[in-house]
T-cell receptor, first 116, second 114 residues
Framework: GAVVSQHPSWVICKSGTSVKIECRSL??????MFWYRQFPKQSLMLMAT?????????EQGVEKDKFLINHASLTLSTLTVTSAHPEDSSFYIC????????????FGEGSRLTVL | AQSVAQPEDQVNVAEGNPLTVKCTYS??????LFWYVQYPNRGLQFLLK??????LVKGSYGFEAEFNKSQTSFHLKKPSALVSDSALYFC????????????FGTGTRLQVFP
């Protein structure tokens, strides 16, 4: 299947700093990417839908100024956690849709953020 | 609104025995249903999907799932479990008229004992 790459896999930062996580579709173009957040022993919660060339669509309760999403090209979406706090520590996973087939979503390996 | 329920937090099975991971769904219209597997500190890997056609869907690593419309279920099955199948399994649903947004269940941890 298609490959989606996330970077970094692990990041530790100090409280108050900003962290950028990249999501790349390596062998296909993705007009739409999705960002999920996963708390320990919990399911994935959709944070936002990232659309190439336009503003992201955020789910209810997700602060758009806190979690900045940029989808500047057909193969790259970035999530920036601004002014990170310990409660932002989580596992962030992106996914991308390949082609027009229903449900052909491919997921990245995830990025674990720890805010000290 | 569509939703997915995975009633079991954990399923334990001995290696070689058949396994079942349960999933029920609630969605208006015909559902698109998916199973994903997650290994520790990794992203999700696609196992199989049901959109239309045969109710029994075969997927990766010997897994299969049966779509049952009357019971609104989509249970994941495997005839003979392997220790390496131990992981976290997620069922997900997407309404056909919606975008690609997937609604995930809470996950079921499968533990296969040697």
């Amino acid at each position: 299947g298609a490959v989606v790459s996330q970077h970094p896999s692990w990041v530790i930062c100090k409280s108050g700093t900003s962290v950028k996580i990249e999501c790349r579709s390596l062998d296909f173009q993705a007009t739409t990417m999705f960002w999920y957040r996963q708390f320990p022993k919990q399911s994935l919660m959709l944070m936002a839908t990232s659309n190439e060339g336009s503003k992201a669509t955020y789910e209810q309760g997700v602060e758009k100024d806190k979690f900045l999403i940029n989808h500047a090209s057909l193969t790259l979406s970035t999530l920036t956690v601004t002014s990170a706090h310990p409660e932002d520590s989580s596992f962030y996973i992106c996914s991308a849709r390949q082609g027009a087939n229903a449900g052909e979503l491919f997921f990245g390996e995830g990025s674990r953020l720890t805010v000290l | 609104a569509q939703s997915v329920a995975q009633p079991e937090d954990q399923v334990n099975v001995a290696e070689g025995n058949p396994l079942t991971v349960k999933c029920t769904y609630s969605v208006s219209g015909n559902p698109y249903l998916f199973w994903y597997v997650q290994y520790p500190n990794r992203g999700l890997q696609f196992l199989l999907k049901y959109i239309t056609g045969d109710n029994l869907v075969k997927g990766s690593y010997g897994f299969e799932a049966e779509f049952n419309k009357s019971q609104t279920s989509f249970h994941l099955k495997k005839p003979s479990a392997l220790v390496s199948d131990s992981a976290l399994y997620f069922c997900a649903v997407r309404a056909p008229y919606n975008t690609d947004k997937l609604i995930f269940g809470t996950g079921t941890r499968l533990q296969v004992f040697p």
